[in-house]
């Protein structure tokens, strides 16, 4: 955080608190505190300037943080809506960052939290009292009228842009996670290739970005500073080896949000994350597809079956959405089973409908040994560029299974590995042309 993104503050007087309707089914009552805040500053001799924020942790669970300061010092109540738990705060006032005590309600010393403020929230990590434990929350500020508690993300969507690159016309996609991630990826569909995009946004609403560039086997191709300009106009400033800079404008083509699903129930805690993009048909069966999994995660708990409490949770990573169809990948966690389980999705928008790659082929057409050979082609490339035993070890048992559909070509994705991230290897349209069935889902290719 910069030191001169000075955090704009509003002079609150008179006060009034409100009550407010909450998420997920259940009804519970928030409390802005806002006279509670005023009375941790005691006898008032100057102006108490307090805001309000709403975030989401890591974890799923909603917060209500309401914040006052004094330019002394701050003081605040943070509230777990999810759990029901409630802590005062309280520490000396920077104006652009923050270093507080959390007490439980007994004053006992709970956590502490430390956070970077700008103009639009807080990006905050919370320390349990041993700072063994952390959680990572990003803070909107918020209005009082008006005001709700939040059981999504307000800053995760998805856009999609048109732009230049090295002269050549690209289409990029990004994503915005909730802790302040991007990724997503650049199609060049000229040259038959693309290139893996990841990095973070500066700010809370993401008018900035600073962005990687990887090619598909994994080496740094470019970086990129991204300024949104204006609603349909984003600059970035693209670095190459630092010999020189490069200024374009990518253009906005359609931004959608994403839906949540927040539950707690004994031993689990769901939390689902899902695209809705205005087509009725599609938004519907991702609905009945994430309730249908969501009943499934509930059934499973049996009382007194685990010990412990088991996450649940539900992604998407987008490869393409086309008026044609929405293709990519669910990331699932799920509480019987410690790793992390994909099912790769290619829903076809003018049937209603998820296809699958058999119904893409002619009969004849013996698609499974042509994308094996390819693949094993491809890893052997990689393996060229890479050439460390543990690359090659990590190529030995990956095998791309997960596919999908980009502007490129068919996309074959690896699974999620905490060394080597995610690898995609895309198989051109064009090598298959001649037997792509030509009354079948894929038949507007040609």
């Known amino acids: 955080m910069k030191s001169n993104e000075i955090i704009k503050y509003l002079f609150i007087a008179p006060v009034y608190c409100f009550y407010l309707i909450t998420i997920s089914g259940q009804t519970t009552t928030v409390s802005l505190k806002v006279h509670d805040v005023m009375d941790m500053f005691g006898s008032i001799q100057q102006g108490v300037w307090i805001n309000h924020y709403a975030g989401i942790s890591t974890e799923g669970d909603s917060y209500v943080f309401t914040l006052g300061h004094n330019t002394k010092e701050y003081k605040g109540i943070l509230q777990n809506v999810s759990k029901n738990e409630l802590f005062t705060a309280e520490g000396a006032f920077h104006s652009d960052q923050m270093r507080l005590v959390l007490l439980d309600t007994s004053y006992e010393i709970a956590g502490y939290l430390s956070g970077d403020v700008n103009a639009t929230g807080v990006l905050v990590n919370i320390l349990d009292k041993r700072k063994e434990k952390g959680r990572y929350i990003e803070f909107e500020k918020v209005n009082r009228d008006g005001y709700k508690v939040l059981d999504c993300p307000a800053q995760v969507w998805y856009q999609s842009y048109h732009g230049i690159m090295d002269q050549n016309p690209v289409f990029i996609q990004l994503q915005k996670e909730k802790d302040q991630r991007v990724f997503g990826s650049i199609s060049v569909p000229g040259k038959l290739t693309g290139y893996i995009v990841s990095g973070n946004c500066e700010d809370t609403r993401c008018q900035k970005m600073n962005l990687r560039v990887y090619d598909f086997f994994g080496e740094r191709f470019k970086e990129y500073k991204a300024t949104k300009l204006d609603l349909n106009r984003t600059q970035v400033e693209e670095f190459f080896k630092d010999k020189f800079q490069i200024f374009e404008d990518w253009n906005a083509d359609t931004k959608y949000n994403f839906n949540c699903k927040n539950l707690s129930i004994p031993a689990i805690r769901l939390y689902a994350q899902f695209i809705q993009i205005n087509d009725r048909e599609f938004d519907n069966w991702l609905e009945d597809f994430i309730n249908k999994w969501k009943d499934q995660v509930i059934s499973f708990y049996q009382p007194g079956a685990m010990q412990e409490q088991k996450d649940a949770t539900a992604y998407m990573d987008i490869d393409w959405i086309s008026p044609d169809w929405v293709s990519g990948i669910f990331r699932f966690t799920e509480p019987w089973s410690e790793v992390e389980r994909s099912l790769p999705f290619t829903y076809d928008r003018r049937l209603h409908r998820i296809v699958s790659i058999e119904e893409l082929f002619d009969k004849e057409f ?81």
């Open 366 to 446: 013996d698609y499974k040994s042509f994308f094996a050979d390819y693949i094993s082609w491809k890893k052997k490339e990689m393996m060229s560029i890479n050439t460390s035993s543990r690359f090659r070890g990590y190529m030995d048992v990956e095998y791309f299974s997960l596919w999908s559909l980009r502007p490129e070509g068919f996309c074959f994705t690896s699974e999620f590995n905490t060394v080597w991230g995610i690898r995609k290897i895309i198989v051109p349209y064009t090598l298959l042309q001649e037997h792509i069935r030509r009354n079948g889902p894929l038949r507007k290719l040609f």
